[in-house]
């Protein structure tokens, strides 16, 4: 037997130069955090997206004014808000998991991450502002 080494060292070793490997790639660095807030965004959405639907199902008979008026009052507007912010972060990691799953090139990677955060957070600006707006009434 040329090899001196117990076979757990062995794999202790392979296993340590495989982490070295990934180690600031992908998920190996957070994905336990990352599929948390995507199962705890997923349960949120569940009954905001009920209430949403409802509520739209509701308005949709009624004119514009009407539903100005029902995103004016404070709980309909905060729950909006809790939609979409909820929404949106649940869409960003889950592209963002897509993207690390199947793009292959660091720069590509990069440059789709940066897109996709950019476009969360100009939504997130854009829907926030629309539904403050219509809640204060300017």
């Known amino acids: 037997m040329t090899d001196s080494q ?5 794999t ?5 130069n495989v982490l070295r490997r990934v ?9 336990l955090k990352e599929w ?5 965004t997923a349960l949120a959405l569940i009954p905001l997206g009920l209430y949403f639907a409802a509520s739209m199902l ?8 009407t539903a100005a008026a029902w995103l004016s009052s404070p709980v309909p507007a905060l729950l909006v808000i809790l939609f979409v912010l909820a929404g949106l972060a649940h869409m960003m990691i889950g592209l963002r998991s897509v993207l690390v799953d199947y793009v292959h090139t660091r720069t590509r990677l990069l440059a789709g991450e940066l897109l996709v955060r950019g476009a969360t957070a100009v939504l997130i600006g854009a829907s926030v502002l629309a539904v403050l707006k219509l809640f204060l009434g300017r």
Do not use: E, Y
Request: aromatic residues 4%; glycine residues 10%; without cysteine.
């Open 36 to 40: 948390q807030v995507q199962r705890w």
């Open 23 to 31: 180690r600031h790639l992908g998920s190996a660095r957070n994905g």
């Open 6 to 10: 117990p076979l757990s060292n062995q």
């Open 58 to 65: 509701r308005l949709a008979t009624s004119n514009r004014l």
């Open 12 to 16: 202790a070793l392979r296993d340590g």
